[in-house]
């Protein structure tokens, strides 16, 4: 993991919607966090969808927010919601349900 961050920090949560669950959708995303940097947790809901918050650098986070847009292979993504936060210092990416 980077010890810093190059720029702002920003935290965005995203939901994602469509055959998200099942595929391997969490522990790809935790993969895809480490090799960008960038910390927060990411979790199946009850409703289907996989959520998340990430927290990093502007271009890192722009860049892991493409990544929940398209999934991993097999995932079909239907649909995105992005909402922004204040960020919390997280480092770590941790997938927790």
């Known amino acids: 993991m980077r010890s810093s961050y190059a720029g702002g ?3 965005r949560r995203v939901v994602v919607h469509g ?3 099942g595929v391997g959708f969490r522990y ?5 966090a480490a090799r960008l940097g ?9 409703d289907g969808a996989v959520e998340a918050e990430i927290e990093g ?3 890192s986070v722009a860049t892991m927010l493409d990544w929940f847009a ?3 292979r097999g995932a ?3 649909r995105t919601e992005v ?6 210092g997280d480092r770590d990416f941790k997938v927790t349900g």
């Open 70 to 72: 398209a999934g991993p």
């Open 83 to 88: 909402s922004g936060l204040e960020p919390t």
């Open 76 to 78: 079909i993504v239907e």
């Open 57 to 59: 650098d502007e271009a």
């Open 9 to 11: 920090v920003i935290r």
């Open 28 to 32: 790809t995303a935790r993969l895809e």
């Open 19 to 21: 055959f998200v669950q």
């Open 38 to 46: 960038v910390g927060g947790w990411v979790r199946n809901r009850a």
